[in-house]
């Protein structure tokens, strides 16, 4: 008994180190450019072990990406449920459903086992290039959240109709992704100008030029309440 424990504890660790191999690389080089290789190499494991573990080298990937964004997406619709009570029957503000939407990731960066820097990366490269190859029960998480939040953006400006309101939310969506996996560049090509913000601020920025560019030809005022300086999260 003891050695069978014993050896689906090894199983399980090295898994683990799989997965976390593979993130890094991936973080670090895109999914593309990543070989089973790699990753055994980089995890010390036999380079058998991510058919053995996974199945296959897609179902690796589909592994870290699930790992990934669900989390995200889950706080996502959490965090509107509890906009939404606290409202009601009412619109929740524009600046705090964009918190809900991105701050999310600011609670997982914390929970990853990744550097910050590399969190994003990583997140900004599933999000970006890999964003059409998301495994399916994935995208039917995704797709679900999008519904939530485009009705309660709907909701926040009733001024925009359905395509313009469409296309607002996707020009956040790519802004949101080029943050999350240019930051390090941005800091490199304009020579130290954009300044090494903390994730705070540079959230708190993105939600206010997010909001600015979702109501902009809207004629009424942005509301008073609400966040509108900077996050602490």
């Known amino acids: 008994?003891?050695?069978r424990v014993a050896g689906k504890?090894?199983?399980?660790?090295?898994?683990?180190?799989?997965i976390e191999a593979a993130e890094?690389?991936?973080s670090e080089k895109g999914f593309e450019r990543v070989s089973v290789r790699d990753v055994t190499e980089r995890a010390g494991a036999n380079v058998a072990a991510v058919n053995y573990h996974f199945g296959s080298r897609e179902a690796l990937v589909e592994q870290v990406m699930a790992r990934y964004i669900n989390p995200v997406n889950e706080e996502r619709v959490a965090r509107l449920d509890v906009l939404e009570r606290k409202t009601g029957s009412k619109a929740v503000p524009l600046e705090e459903l964009l918190d809900a939407f991105i701050r999310p990731f600011a609670?997982?960066?914390r929970r990853s086992e990744l550097s910050e820097q590399l969190f994003y990366k990583l997140m900004g490269r599933i999000f970006g290039a890999?964003?059409?190859k998301l495994p399916e029960?994935?995208?039917r998480g995704f797709e679900e959240m999008l519904t939530?939040?485009?009705?309660?953006?709907?909701?926040a400006l009733p001024e925009l109709d359905q395509e313009e309101l469409v296309w607002r939310i996707h020009f956040t969506v790519g802004a949101m992704i080029h943050t999350m996996a240019h930051g390090e560049a941005l800091y490199r090509v304009s020579e130290g100008a954009?300044?090494?913000p903390s994730m705070e601020s540079t959230l708190s920025r993105f939600v206010r030029y997010a909001a600015a560019g979702m109501r902009q030809g809207i004629e009424a005022p942005a509301p008073k309440s609400g966040p509108n300086e900077e996050f602490l999260f």
């Open 137 to 139: 029960t994935v995208e």
């Open 148 to 155: 939530r939040f485009r009705k309660a953006f709907a909701k």
């Open 24 to 26: 890094q690389l991936f």
């Open 9 to 18: 504890s090894a199983g399980s660790a090295t898994r683990r180190k799989l």
């Open 1 to 3: 008994m003891s050695g």
């Open 130 to 132: 890999h964003a059409s």
């Open 194 to 196: 954009s300044g090494q």
């Open 107 to 109: 609670t997982q960066v």
